[in-house]
């Protein structure tokens, strides 16, 4: 029997029996309006009213359908009972008056086919079960229990052929309009060309998001674990020699994890809670207040470090626009990384806010640059220092972030990191005062 009723008739059934439920109150709206206006209070003793009534219940769902819920759960629905593929059908509210427009339609056929199969759905098999009685009830066969059957006579025996055709019918019929819905459902609430671009807008935020948590990680979590692996090392080396670089570097080291733990909790904040801020998280490092601390870890790990500053540069980072100082940041934290890792030799460092004049516009930016004498190579194989590195790559995202570059690789026998991060905004210009 199975094989002969088509697959997932029972849910698309009850999918139609669910939009006629949700018609019956437009419908006794709709009642009640024309019982008024007829001067029949009884409207459902009359057929022409009772589908007038349906006519006229059709336009008041039409109308709500431009509410928001109703796509969304029009598409649950579907997905759920029609057997209809997700992939095939809009996520969320309609987004612009089309995907409203074929809503309305999709919202209507549902609820008006859905009633009339429920209509039938009601009044069909309690017909069809007297039908299969009368032969075996003489009362129904001498019309006793109400007026008579046509198909009494003989005994009666050609009524439940009659009762089996109605029962078949009706089966036909959902099957039928269940079919049509499904069929229609990708066409009236499939995706539309803005749903498709919401989607791919949600897709690259979300990547967004997992890139700028991975690149924090990396260069929190990184970098600490490169500067205390080179501080304990150094502080091991010395520690007979210099017990006082030692207890630096010991020193160093508890600063590095504790500066870290704070970092990582916050990072794990923001796929806790998203990106909402919370109140206990550590602030994100910034120029101003974190290079010095930075500087000195690194040094206590055995690199020195020469920063090369500019009259008045130190006390203007302050104004630094606050993504531009935590960015430049986590730069200066990746280039002082991978010196410590692959490079030899002191770093200069040299930051500064630099003028340029292009055309009618005067540019301000903040350029970072770093250089340090770079590894030797293993023996055989290629050089230890590359471009393709994680970190360089996240310190390229962060500069075009902000519209800047950075440009790393060897330079006349040295290794340099050359990071330019334009600040946006005249004002800004103002702040720093001449130029270069």
């Known amino acids: 029997m199975r094989r002969l009723l088509p697959a997932g008739l029972g849910l698309r059934w009850i999918h139609q029996i669910l939009g006629g439920a949700l018609l019956m109150p437009y419908f006794l709206l709709a009642s009640v309006a024309i019982g008024t206006a007829s001067g029949n209070g ?24 431009a509410l928001p819920l109703v796509r969304p759960l029009s598409v649950a629905a579907v997905r759920a009972m029609c057997r209809v593929p997700g992939e095939r059908l809009a ?6 008056w089309a995907a409203r427009g ?25 017909m069809a079960v007297v039908l299969l009685a009368v032969p075996f009830t003489p009362a129904l066969r001498r019309g006793e229990l109400g007026a008579g059957l046509p198909l009494s006579q003989g005994g009666g025996y050609a009524a439940p052929l009659l009762g089996l ?21 990708p066409v009236l609430l499939g995706p539309t060309g803005a749903d498709r671009l919401a989607a791919a807008e949600e897709r690259a935020a979300d990547l ?9 990680l990396h260069d929190a979590v990184g970098h600490a674990l490169s500067a205390v692996t080179l501080q304990a090392a150094a502080a091991r080396r010395v520690l007979d020699t210099d017990p006082e670089f030692a207890r630096e570097a010991l020193a ?30 550590a602030p994100a490092p910034v120029l101003h207040t974190d290079l010095e601390p930075l500087l000195a870890r690194t040094r206590a790990a055995g690199t020195p470090v020469t920063v090369h500053r500019e009259p008045g540069d130190p006390g203007h980072w302050e104004q630094l626009p606050a993504i531009v100082s935590r960015e430049a940041y986590r730069i200066v934290q990746e280039g002082l990384n991978n010196a ?16 340029r004049t292009e055309g009618e516009h005067r540019m301000s930016a903040l350029e970072i640059d770093m250089t340090n004498r770079p590894g030797r190579a293993p023996a055989a194989g290629p050089p230890q220092r590359t471009t393709g590195g994680r970190g360089l790559r ?43």
């Open 340 to 355: 410590m890792k692959h490079g030899t030799g002191p770093v200069d460092l040299t930051v500064a806010v630099r003028h």
């Open 394 to 436: 996240g310190t390229a995202e962060r500069a075009a972030l902000l519209g800047g570059t950075v440009q790393a690789g060897p330079d006349r026998g040295l290794w340099r990191l050359h990071a330019v991060l334009p600040l946006a905004g005249a004002d800004h210009t103002a702040a720093y005062g001449g130029g270069r």
């Open 42 to 65: 009884d409207v459902y003793s009359s057929l022409p009213l009772v589908l007038l009534s349906y006519a006229a219940a059709l336009p008041m769902v039409a109308a709500t359908a």
């Open 102 to 126: 074929r809503t309305g339609v999709w919202w209507t056929l549902h609820l008006g086919v859905g009633a009339l199969v429920s209509g039938m759905t009601l009044a069909v098999p309690p």
């Open 252 to 281: 160093a080291i508890e600063d590095t994890t504790r500066r870290t733990v704070g970092e990582l909790d916050a990072v794990l904040g923001l796929l806790r809670d998203g990106d909402a801020a919370r109140p206990d998280a």
């Open 165 to 185: 055709g109605m029962l078949a019918g009706l089966t036909l019929v959902a099957a039928g309009a269940g079919a049509l819905l499904a069929r229609v459902a």
């Open 91 to 96: 996520e969320g509210p309609a987004r612009s």
């Open 208 to 216: 967004a998001v997992r890139n700028r948590l991975a690149r924090e």
